[in-house]
């Protein structure tokens, strides 16, 4: 998954201003207790990342 790519999807499921907040403020413990910006600034794949959100926030399937 492209980092575009990403954020788009991210943009599209959570609304501009939550997709933000939610990538530099909630910290996931399958990323191993970083934020998803702290994740990506450590070299973590985005689609690893995603998925990370789509597990805590219960994305629907068809949506990942």
Do not use: N
């Amino acid at each position: 998954m492209r980092l575009q790519e990403f954020w788009a999807r991210l943009d599209e499921q959570f609304g501009p201003m939550r997709a933000q907040s939610l990538t530099r403020d909630h910290v996931f413990s399958a990323l191993g207790g970083r934020t998803a910006l702290d994740a990506l600034e450590a070299g973590v794949p985005t689609r690893r990342i995603w998925l990370a959100i789509c597990e805590e926030y219960d994305v629907p399937r068809k949506d990942r």
